[in-house]
């Protein structure tokens, strides 16, 4: 005999059919209170320095290792200039532009870049890990002034994703190049 058919016996079928429709009714419930979120955009999560960003999907175009060639007498944040198919793109470390000190390249092979686009701009971002992508929903951001937003965020979450705002960070970096 199945474990439900115990629990019918022992419970009566009418109060199973109870449990059933109300557990039904909740789970409706919690569909109904998913799709009322208002979904604001799709981002790709990274990390850097231990710093979690989200960058949106429409601005990422990839994700590779590279090897960076440094600039001499370039200051921070620019790293140095990598390739990817002929394409020279100019590598920026997000660290040094939030908190205005470089962590140096350590010296080794490649460093992991995210290449962004937006319009016929692009650059890479060094980061450590990519952690995937999400959604971001409005009811997620913390209430303005409640958070201390760093350089280029455009919003926060209440679980400390920040928000990459691509359209001033492309400006800003388009003064340093």
Do not use: W
């Not at 960076?68 to 793109?89: M, Y």
């Not at 965020?153 to 994703?161: F, G, Y």
């Amino acid at each position: 005999m199945s474990e439900e058919s115990i629990y019918a016996e022992s419970a009566g079928v009418e109060d199973v059919e109870q449990v059933l429709k109300e557990r039904a009714k909740a789970l409706a419930l919690r569909q109904r209170k998913r799709e009322q979120r208002q979904h604001l955009l799709d981002v790709i999560v990274v990390d850097r320095s231990d710093v979690r960003l989200g960058l949106p999907m429409r601005c990422a175009r990839e994700v590779r290792r590279v090897a960076v060639t440094k600039i001499p007498g370039a200051n921070s944040p620019v790293e140095g200039l990598f390739q990817v198919r002929g394409e020279c793109h100019n590598l920026f470390d997000l660290h040094a532009l939030f908190f205005g000190n470089a962590r140096s390249l350590e010296h080794r092979e490649s460093t992991m870049a995210l290449i962004i686009r937006e319009g016929e701009r692009s650059l890479g971002l060094r980061i450590d890990e990519v952690i995937g992508p999400r959604a971001v929903y409005r009811d997620e951001f913390h209430d303005e002034g409640e958070q201390k937003k760093l350089p280029f965020v455009s919003h926060v979450t209440r679980d400390v994703l920040n928000i990459i705002d691509v359209e001033e960070l492309f400006e800003r970096l388009g003064s340093i190049t």
